[in-house]
């Protein structure tokens, strides 16, 4: 089961490597692999879980993030709608690859949080709103799937990670907060 100390911190060199391609057809080891990283943002979104294993919750994790620099993300967008508790989002990606975003930007109001991050950086990290994407789900199957909005934002997060790209490069370092005036910002 991974734990938080499974989880590599920023300045750790695998955080600025480029993730290798994994092999098609999955092996069982990252098919495995996968799966677990599932179930830390499963145990880490469950408040009784998290508190025992003293877990900070995340919507998305990327196999670098455990020094583990192969091209595979988790992604769990819990429901907001109690009538609906179906998650929004719940994926393992292998090999993802961005075909085509949207020329509209958004970013998060609150700014971004990482898992390997434990300090609090201000500061809107602007992204596409709208992307494609294609990858391998852990059934072996090819996906082209259209995200928007917060689970875009998530995607790309986790993305960066395969590419050493941490959210806060983003970040205008002379003003955090400036946003060109055809940002979207997402609440
Ligand atoms: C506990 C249980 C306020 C501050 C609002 C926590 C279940 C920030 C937002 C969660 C912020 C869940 C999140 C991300 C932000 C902030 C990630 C809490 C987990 C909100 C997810 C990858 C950026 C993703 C929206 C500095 C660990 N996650 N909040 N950013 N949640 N979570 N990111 N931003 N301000 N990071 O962090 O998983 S993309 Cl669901
Ligand atoms: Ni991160």
Redesign the pocket.
Known sequence: MIKMEDIIREGHPTLRATAKEVSIPLSDEDIQLGQEMMEF?VN????IK?EELDL??????AAPQLDISKRIIAV???SNDPENPEPILQDVMFNPKIVSHSVQQAC????????SVDR???GY?VRSVRITLTYTNALGETKKVRFKN?PA??V???MDHLNGIM?YDHINAENPFILKDDVLVLE
């Open positions: 943002l880490s979104q469950d408040p998290a900070r919750g995340g919507v998305g994790l769990l967008i819990p998060l109001g609150d700014g971004e949080g990482c898992l609090n950086v201000p990290v917060y934002i998530v790309q997060h986790e959210f």
